[in-house]
């Protein structure tokens, strides 16, 4: 049972001068009332997941069950007569110890009791030592509460003569604790269902990663640390890619891609076929990056979207250089929508030209000398 104190120990940051809320966070183990504690700096999914990760090394094994508040780093919804929507974070943090997230029942603490309890307890020891020492920073904190942790343990229990918390925790807790991973979990940002576009790539933070072309228009699911990006459908790693430091900037890996096809299956259901004229090539901005703006022209279904990107785009790679209808210059990609929008990409340049016509003079034209007098 896992719970975050209402004490919030106030410690100092990088600035003595600046002091920040710190959160207290409790864990308990019911049989033994063994009991561990941490303090964090904020209940955010990140300090959320470490916290959970020192506990279970701290016991020394992953419990088959945690029961937690309904905090939002732990359940995204749960309401009355429905199952609990665990956040996705923190179901991966539970399968990668293999355990259970259970959240207790709203506004029901005594659903998890004894982390009340062990809250209390807790949050009373750490005041007292705190209130004859300076101001402490985060990891001072923990050491200090590491020695509390240690003294709280071994004392001796009143409901049961001659054994403490660590003694009961080696008869009771520790022969059902299942094995932990030897690596801690990596604390991943998980986002689902995200559509994998015409380019084979996904958005993630602003930044695109690619994955294989043949789930083009399939939904995948993306894990994301400070270091490396997963890309993963249908509970398997299908890409993994380093993170991109630069926002707007793209992760290709090129051997699973294929940029210059569309999958079968999208040209026999009639979905879209391959432009010659508008396909995209292999350059510094990323293969395929060109049919975003093809596609984006497709709301018009009495046009071909066959034939028209290709008569708007002659040559070159839509996105980062077109030749308009036989223009000599490079034109960025807005010129071909304006082209296709106005539906000029079968007309030829010329008809464009204003005629130097020369009026005609006849009997009805007053002519120069009708003002000078004449």
Known sequence: MVDFAGFR?????????????????????????????????????????????QAVRFFGGAPQVIISDNLKAAVISHKPGQDAVINSTFQAFCDYHGTIARPARAYSPTHKAKVEIGVKLIQRLLRLALADRPVMSLGEM?????????????????RAPGESRGTLFEQLDRP???????????????????????????????????????????????????????????G??????????????ASTDRPTCRPTTWPSGRERRGRCSVVPAARSRRSGRGPGRGWTSIL???????????????????????????????????????????????????????????????????????GPDYFAGA
Not at 31 to 37: R, V
Not at 225 to 230: L, R, S, Y
Request: charged share 25%; proline share 7%; with cysteine.
């Open 176 to 234: 059902a604790l299942r094995p932990i991973q030897a690596e801690p979990f990596a604390c991943f940002e998980v986002r689902r269902q995200l559509l994998l576009g015409p380019d084979y790539r996904v958005v993630h933070d602003q930044r695109r990663y690619s994955a294989p072309h043949t789930l083009i228009s399939w939904r995948v699911d993306v894990r994301g640390n400070a270091a490396t990006v997963e890309i993963w459908h249908d």
């Open 236 to 249: 398997k790693p299908i890409a993994v890619h380093p993170r991109v430091a630069v926002a707007g900037e």
């Open 9 to 53: 120990p106030h410690g100092r940051d990088d600035d003595p001068a600046n002091l920040l809320p710190f959160e207290l966070f409790v864990a308990v183990l019911p049989s033994s009332d063994y009991t561990f504690a941490c303090v964090t700096r904020s209940q955010r999914v990140a300090d959320w997941i470490w916290a959970n990760e």
């Open 296 to 366: 984006r022209r497709r709301q018009d279904r009495r046009l071909s979207v066959v034939s028209r990107p290709g008569k708007a785009c002659r040559s070159g790679e839509i996105g980062s250089g077109l030749r308009p209808r036989g223009a000599e210059r490079r034109a960025p990609s807005s010129h071909v929508r304006n082209i296709l929008d106005r539906n000029l990409e079968f007309t030829d340049p010329a008809d464009f030209v204003t005629p130097n016509n020369t009026a005609a003079t006849n009997e009805n034209v007053r």
């Open 142 to 158: 923990n050491v200090l509460l590491a020695g509390l942790l240690a003294c709280l343990n071994t004392k001796a229990l009143r």
